[in-house]
């Protein structure tokens, strides 16, 4: 059993920051494991945006997305974050995590004028 909760999106103006939080929870979750933020936009496939390994060891960011947005992780909270900086209007989508297989709700993530 695992959960997963996502918030911190919103609406924000072009070249905004945003900070994502994903909590996560259940018997079945494990510090251990690498997690991932993916992105899907209407109309659009999904998008792996950034992994994060158990150690903290960010990688497989998304190429439109290198040098604005970090993913972070505290295992003592059990929580991995997505720090976003100078968003785009192309960065609007919902924002899910994900752990093995299981993701959450998501959090919807609009940059707009």
């Known amino acids: 059993q695992v959960q997963l909760v996502e918030s911190g999106g919103g609406l924000v103006q072009p070249g905004g920051s945003l900070r994502l939080t994903c909590a996560a929870s259940g018997s079945d979750f494990s510090n251990i494991y690498r997690m991932r933020w993916f992105r899907q936009a209407p109309g659009k496939e999904r998008e792996l945006v950034a992994s994060?390994?158990?150690?903290?060891?960010?990688?497989d960011y998304l190429e439109s997305v290198k040098g604005r947005f970090t993913v972070s992780r505290d295992n003592d909270k059990n929580m991995i974050y997505l720090e976003m900086k100078n968003l785009k209007p192309e960065d609007t989508a919902t924002y899910y995590c994900?752990?093995?297989?299981?993701r959450g709700q998501g959090t919807q993530v609009t940059v707009s004028s």
């Open positions: 994060i390994s158990g150690t903290g060891a960010p990688s």
């Open positions: 994900s752990y093995l297989g299981h």
